[in-house]
């Protein structure tokens, strides 16, 4: 595709509902991030796939966060018994491995836990 | 782990003023990233530093890569209104992957 997409754009869980968030990245790139934007915020790491390997998940908040990318191309992000302190808007980015390798980011899901 | 400060956080000028906002990494960085993200919008790329001491210029924008790897700096000369928006610096370590964020300077312009 031409852009990096994401959906839903907006959503609007019930506290202790699991939410899946979708990214399908730029055709051809390898690497995938998912970050969390809360507002006012940059954007904060949560994890990182090279393909279809996890390679770092570190800034997963807690085990409620599950990433996959099972085929190296779309990606899911899945939150479990979503929390009030998970509402931020999750942003996905992929890369090329050009030397220069900006972030082409989608245009995010605002997450809204009531 | 690293962590990357930038200020200032705020930034209200008026139409033709300068801006400046500058960017501290607590490890040295093996490249430097900006992007512009504008209100309900995603980041964007603007630009890649990669060499110690780097200067690039984009039309009114100037960016700048420190000497010891740990700074960076992005200049806009008479702003203009279509310059609103947050410009955040990332910053690549030993990894040469992840992308850490500054938490952003937000930028509005007085017509």
């Known amino acids: 595709g031409a852009g990096v997409s994401q959906s839903p754009r907006y959503k609007v869980a019930k506290r202790g509902q699991d939410v899946a968030l979708r990214c399908d990245p730029i055709?051809?790139?390898?690497?995938l991030f998912w970050y969390q934007q809360a507002l006012g915020q940059g954007p904060e790491f949560l994890t990182y796939?090279?393909?279809?390997?996890?390679?770092?998940k570190s800034g997963l908040p807690s085990d409620r966060f599950f990433a996959e990318r099972p085929e190296g191309s779309v990606s899911t992000l899945k939150i479990q018994r979503t929390q009030k302190e998970d509402s931020a808007v999750y942003l996905c980015?992929?890369?090329?491995?050009?030397?220069?390798?900006?972030?082409?980011f989608g245009q995010g899901t605002r997450l809204t836990v009531v | 782990g690293q962590q990357v400060m930038q200020i200032p956080q705020y930034q209200h000028v008026q139409e033709g003023e300068d801006f400046t906002t500058y960017c501290n990494s607590s490890?040295?960085?093996?490249?430097i990233q900006w992007y512009k993200q504008r209100p309900g919008g995603h980041p964007v790329f603007l630009i890649q530093?990669?060499?110690?001491?780097e200067v690039k210029k984009q039309k009114r924008l100037t960016f700048q890569f420190g000497e010891a790897k740990k700074n960076s700096s992005l200049h806009i000369t008479a702003t203009q209104t279509t310059d609103v928006g947050t410009y955040f610096c990332?910053?690549?370590?030993?990894?040469?992957?992840?992308?850490?964020f500054g938490k952003g300077t937000l930028l509005t312009v007085n017509p």
């Open positions: 980015a992929s890369t090329s491995v050009r030397e220069v390798s900006e972030a082409f």
């Open positions: 055709s051809g790139h390898v690497s």
């Open positions: 796939f090279q393909n279809e390997a996890q390679l770092d």
């Open positions: 490890t040295t960085l093996s490249n």
């Open positions: 530093l990669v060499k110690s001491g």
């Open positions: 990332a910053g690549r370590g030993g990894s040469n992957y992840k992308l850490t």
